[in-house]
């Protein structure tokens, strides 16, 4: 695509100097990169610590995304709809005011996701908002996790804040995060988390402020005019290069018992109008709401209808407003996929059936033939990225949740790329960071004794889908209680265009024993002491046709011990002999052309 960031605008419409709009572009990054800090060093938990499951950004006050710095996707998409109601429920918002918001029905993505908003004023006038997103490890919910696919309603998921003043005038309201802590299992944690947002948002407001005193109201303003306006023309010049046309998709998520016992099917259909330079995104054939944590919310079904398509266009486009406006999306209320009808449960509306339709999103671009669209990849929640909870004996017996990134879901190939090893998942595109062995092992009592790639679990292809990940942890000393919701099992990642599907996911209970007992994919399960849970996420489906894969690249995935070499032959038609370097094998360039002639 030709869509480089040149910040090209016809002279007339430019309201800043192209230099100075790219100085500016780039500072609101940096802004941005520096709440992102605040966050991931201030922050207690794991999963926002070390596996990075946060995001901040910035919008203007009128809602519009103006900059977000390696955040997850399903965070930041629609963070216009969680602060839009702030406007809506609050006339009296001042400066130095924070606000909480996680809940599914007033613009939050789902509960667990604590979304921190700060107006900024400049010169008695409200102009944008800075917010710091951050999944939390406990919100008080019946079972301790905050994915919950069998609650059937709100009332059975934790504490909701819907758009609640937790700060004024810079000072936090006590009563109300007292509120929080009471009903959290580790209070503490919970807290210094929340104070990291609060930081976060409050260095933002600081640095927006200082770009005002640098450069004045009208350049700032003029600046994200301008950045607006070049978002929406990269947009439409990437879109009009697109085949025109209507296509359709869909992916299933697995059956769960007593909420979908057949499982949920998810269909998208896209409209392309390159003339227009628009993408329609149409989700409204789909099943009602379902009596589970499985509904999407309006954030994440909006958002996740947008990545798919961002993840077909060109990387350089911008993620902000202007380029948001150029993809629609229609839902209907009511829909599993769409806007929920209170009070159904949304607890698992960021991963899940979120991550199928974010899945079928970015494979419905397959139906364009190739060059276009990508395999199913893998999706969230097999045991290896469980919410594990217990009493840690190592300290007096101390209540401790967190949710583990031991493992999980490879990538789904696309044209001229094989899968992304450590994908997990559609929702945050890689940016989820699998946990270090010995900061786990040092933060809570457990013991990974094994993590790796299980071989041929990848979807083959002219391009392979990742391989999955494997692995066995177990606790130290006591019973471990973990939940999962390992989507997979029943419908693994298909491949597309002649490509083949990915492994599906499992789940194992170790006995002491050492008898293996297979677990339920959903479920809420208690690993005794001398105990262990084994697991495998699920592999990428492959794009295109296995025998128009380089033979040198089959030969290097056998190398690398991803792929026996009889399946090279079996599935690649690709021959392999004895190479010059000791332990290595090269392409028997004879016998595989007459495997392949055949």
Not at 97 to 121: E, K, R, S
Not at 320 to 344: F, H, T
Request: aromatic share 8%.
């Amino acid at each position: 695509m030709d869509t480089k960031p040149t910040f090209d605008l016809d002279v007339a419409e430019r309201r800043v100097d192209p230099f100075l709009m790219s100085v500016l572009k780039s500072r609101f990054e940096a802004i941005v990169r520096e709440m992102t800090l605040v966050v991931m060093r201030a922050s207690r938990s794991a999963v926002i610590k070390n596996a990075r499951d946060f995001s901040c950004a910035i919008l203007t006050y009128k809602h519009e995304l103006v900059s977000v710095e390696d955040a997850l996707p399903i965070h930041v998409m629609s963070m216009d709809m969680a602060t839009r109601p702030l406007t809506e429920l609050f006339d009296d918002i001042t400066q130095g005011d924070i606000f909480l918001n996680n809940c599914p029905y007033t613009g939050g993505t789902h509960h667990a996701d604590l979304i921190m908003a700060m107006p900024v004023f400049y010169q008695g006038e409200p102009l944008f908002w800075v917010v710091a997103l951050s999944h939390h490890a406990d919100t008080g919910a019946p079972v301790p996790s905050t994915y919950l696919p069998f609650a059937k309603n709100i009332f059975e998921e934790g504490m909701h804040f819907p758009c609640v003043r937790v700060g004024q005038n810079y000072e936090e309201k006590k009563d109300i995060l007292r509120m929080g802590t009471m009903r959290n299992r580790v209070p503490e944690m919970w807290l210094g988390d929340v104070r990291a947002q609060i930081g976060a948002c409050k260095t933002g407001e600081r640095r927006i402020g200082e770009l005002f005193d640098r450069y004045g109201r009208d350049t700032i303003m003029g600046f994200v005019e301008d950045w607006f306006d070049y978002g929406a023309r990269c947009a439409k010049a990437a879109i009009a290069k697109l085949p025109a046309g209507s296509y359709s998709y869909e992916t299933r998520h697995d059956p769960v018992p007593g909420v979908a016992e057949e499982g949920i099917p998810v269909r998208v259909t896209i409209n392309v109008d390159p003339a227009k330079g628009e993408i329609v995104v149409d989700v409204r054939d789909n099943i009602d709401n379902v009596p589970g944590g499985l509904n999407l919310s309006e954030n994440t079904c909006t958002g996740s209808c947008r990545i798919g398509v961002f993840n077909n266009l060109d990387e350089s486009i911008p993620h902000n407003e202007g380029a948001k406006s150029q993809i629609k999306v229609l839902m209907r209320e009511g829909s599993v996929i769409g806007k929920p009808k209170y009070p159904v449960g949304t607890s698992v509306a960021t991963t899940n059936v979120n991550d199928r339709l974010m899945i079928a999103g970015n494979a419905v671009f397959s139906k364009m033939g190739a060059p276009y669209g990508q395999a199913e990849s893998g999706s969230h929640l097999p045991a290896g990225v469980g919410v594990i909870s217990g009493a840690d004996p190592f300290k007096g017996g101390k209540s401790y949740v967190n949710q583990v990134f031991v493992g999980y879901g490879g990538g789904g190939a696309r044209d001229g790329f094989d899968g992304w090893l450590t994908y997990c998942g559609p929702a945050n595109a890689g940016l989820i960071q699998l946990d270090s062995v010995e900061v786990d092992e040092s933060m809570y009592p457990i013991v990974i004794e094994r993590r790796g790639v299980i071989p041929g679990s990848q979807g083959f292809g002219e391009y392979e889908g990742a391989p999955a990940a494997g692995g066995v942890f177990y606790p130290l000393d006591h019973d471990m209680t973990i939940v999962y919701a390992a989507d997979g099992t029943s419908f693994p990642p298909r491949g597309v265009l002649g490509g083949g599907d990915g492994g599906e996911s499992a789940s194992i209970k170790v006995v002491a024993s050492g008898d293996k007992v297979v677990l339920p994919a959903f479920a809420e399960e208690k690993i005794e002491n001398g105990a262990k849970i084994e697991f495998a996420a699920c592999g990428g489906g492959g794009y295109g046709d296995p025998l128009r894969r380089d033979p040198a690249r089959v030969a290097a995935t056998v190398n690398r011990g991803w792929l026996s070499r009889e399946e090279a032959e079996r599935v690649y038609k690709v021959a392999l002999k004895d190479a010059a370097e000791a332990g290595l094998l090269a392409v028997d360039e004879a016998r595989t052309a007459t495997l392949r002639a055949a």
